[in-house]
């Protein structure tokens, strides 16, 4: 199987790139930051009840669902369609291999290479806050952690599947950033929109909003994986004031028997997430003419 | 068994048709030379030779196996130089020969091959910071890995100087002697004329000829030129000469007779032509391949037009 040599030859490649490692710099600046402002004024943040480590995991959360899908997007956006442009597939794709292994080794070359990055930003992160509070949780983080790396590996796949859907870097420069602005920045008004007409073009009342809306809030790869965090550590979410956010919190807070109101639907959606972007992205570059 | 086969193959890139209905050959052990000028089709020929791209129709096999189905199996056996490739720039040359050897899941030393076209002493630099000489080496050196059956070259001189190109010759003449077959491309005539055994000529997707380079000589009538000067020369002495047995024409150029040679003795047309006016000089000018490919390619225009 070729895709493993694939992988290490783009891991050694990738993990070279400046503006990943500037990314993480910032990351590890960031999270530095707003763990220790979130220590010495957690009443800022929503925690009158002063600072805890539960509350500084799902602090970091929000960061990280921020900071993933940019760094994944930095790291992986030419990841397929760069090396057709430029050429250099040719190179890859003259020796014994196969679409299928060029493709899945670039997926996870890159999703380590991400991975390496931010999980390096995120161990330094929280253990300045967790050295701050005087407080670690080792399960919690380590939970976390798991959590946010299957973040990673999944935003990966899908910027990189995304840029295997084309040989243009400007494509798939607009794909990527078009898929960001549509399910990270602008999901809510999507839910809105959908809730209008399917409220036969009135404006939804929060009051009666329908369980399918936190479903459909769900959707987004970091809002997913906010819900996995919660449904991971239930505990931890409650005391932290967390909970899947968004449109229809009324509907999921209430009618959280339902599985699909449940924040337990999270990896449901990372796992859709991991897969489709997995498949468009391979038939489109198996039968691509390089 | 043929090292390649290629059976009605064409390759439309929406109304644009690269290939046209190209049925070609290449023996296993011949250095096979394929010409054709910028954009004539070389390139695509090639990238469907080794699936990099899809014909639209017809069939290709590759060492016995489908380009398409079977195309892992093919570039097993293959060592490739693909046009407009780029490197990886924050490899270096070592890892770039370290990654073909493990793909190819052959052991050989990176250094040793990096050796045979001279970039050994780069091994270690990243080869963003090569030259494009220096480049074309390293995916040499790439292709030579695992000693493969077939080498299959797109344009292998580009950005080599002299004394590089005459390497990369001495190579393709070492890895033939070695059994390799060797399939490359070129827009330059003379590149191909010094080292191949066969030769094709596309032109426009198509096909225009196939043969050994004496044969594509023969192929044409101009085989060779001879001119002579003489004591006196003038319309009468033109006509005569034209008469002569084995002369294919004649006429009067610079102040000397130009004369093309159709078969026979170059020695008994310059003496009879000495009968009818004595030979002071005479030079002999063979048809260079260049001109021929010039010809092949502009005429099948021209028939186009």
């Known amino acids: ?290 | 068994m043929a090292a390649i086969e290629t059976r009605g193959l064409t390759k439309r890139f929406g109304d644009v048709v690269a290939v046209s209905d190209l049925d070609l050959v290449v023996e296993e052990g011949e250095i096979f030379g394929f010409l054709g000028p910028n954009g004539a089709g070389k390139s695509t020929t090639i990238d469907i030779l080794l699936d990099f791209i899809r014909p639209t129709s017809g069939t290709v096999t590759v060492l016995g196996h489908d380009a398409q189905s079977e195309g892992r199996a093919v570039r097993q056996r293959t060592g490739v130089l693909p046009d407009a490739y780029h490197v990886y720039d924050r490899l270096t040359g070592r890892q770039h020969v370290e990654f073909a050897l493990e793909m190819k899941g052959v052991d050989e030393d990176p250094v040793a091959l990096l050796d045979r076209v001279n970039v050994a002493d780069a091994a270690d630099r990243k080869a963003g910071g090569y030259s494009k000489g220096m480049r074309q080496r390293l995916i040499l050196a790439m292709a030579l890995v695992g000693d493969p059956d077939l080498l299959v070259l797109d344009e292998p001189s580009t950005g080599l100087d002299p004394n590089g190109a005459r390497e990369m010759r001495e190579i393709i003449r070492e890895e033939n002697a070695r059994g390799t077959t060797i399939f490359f491309s070129s827009h330059i005539m003379e590149q191909v004329e010094a080292v191949c055994d066969r030769v094709a000529i596309i032109d426009r997707g198509e096909l225009v000829a196939v043969d050994t380079i004496d044969g594509l000589r023969h192929a044409t009538e101009t085989g060779e030129t001879l001119y002579v000067s003489v004591t006196e020369l003038d319309e009468g002495v033109r006509e005569a000469v034209a008469g002569l047995d084995g002369v294919g024409s004649a006429a009067i150029d610079d102040g000397q007779l130009r004369l093309t040679i159709t078969g026979g003795s170059k020695f008994a047309v310059l003496e009879s032509v000495d009968e009818i006016a004595a030979v002071q000089d005479f030079s002999v000018i063979e048809s260079s391949l260049e001109d021929l490919f010039v010809r092949y390619t502009t005429e099948t225009q021209e028939v186009d037009a």
């Open chain 1, 1 to 290: 199987m070729t895709w493993r040599i694939v992988a290490k030859k783009d891991f050694r490649d990738a993990v070279q790139s400046r503006a990943l490692w500037a990314l993480v710099a910032v990351f590890v600046i960031v999270s530095v930051l707003s763990s220790f402002a979130y220590v010495e004024a957690p009443e800022l943040f929503g925690e009158p009840g002063g600072a805890t480590f539960g509350g500084l995991l799902f602090f970091t959360a929000g960061i990280a669902s921020l900071f993933v899908p940019i760094a994944a997007i930095v790291g992986c956006y030419k990841s397929v369609a760069g090396e057709r442009e430029l050429g250099s597939i040719k190179l890859l794709c003259s020796l014994p291999t196969t679409r299928a292994d060029v493709f899945a080794g670039k997926v996870l070359g890159r999703a380590a290479v991400l991975g390496f990055g931010l999980g390096v930003g995120l161990i330094v992160g929280l253990g300045f806050g967790a050295a701050m509070l005087g407080a670690l949780d080792v399960v919690a983080a380590i939970t976390f952690l798991f959590v946010t790396l299957a973040f990673v590996a999944v935003y990966a796949t899908i910027v990189v599947g995304l840029s295997a859907t084309t040989g243009s870097t400007s494509r798939a420069t607009t794909l990527a950033l078009g898929f960001f602005v549509v399910f990270e920045l602008l999901w809510d008004a999507v839910v809105l929109g959908i809730l209008y007409v399917a409220g036969g073009f009135s404006m939804p009342n929060p009051a009666t909003m329908p369980e399918w809306a936190f479903t459909v809030s769900q959707i987004p790869p970091s809002a997913a994986y906010f819900s996995s965090i919660v449904a991971l550590l239930p505990d931890l979410a409650s005391r932290a004031n967390a909970e899947p956010a968004q449109a229809g919190t009324e509907a999921g807070a209430a009618g959280g028997e339902s599985f699909f109101a449940s924040p337990e639907i999270g990896f449901v959606v990372l796992a859709c997430w991991l897969v489709l972007p997995l498949v468009v992205g391979y038939v489109r570059f198996d039968t691509a003419d390089l």
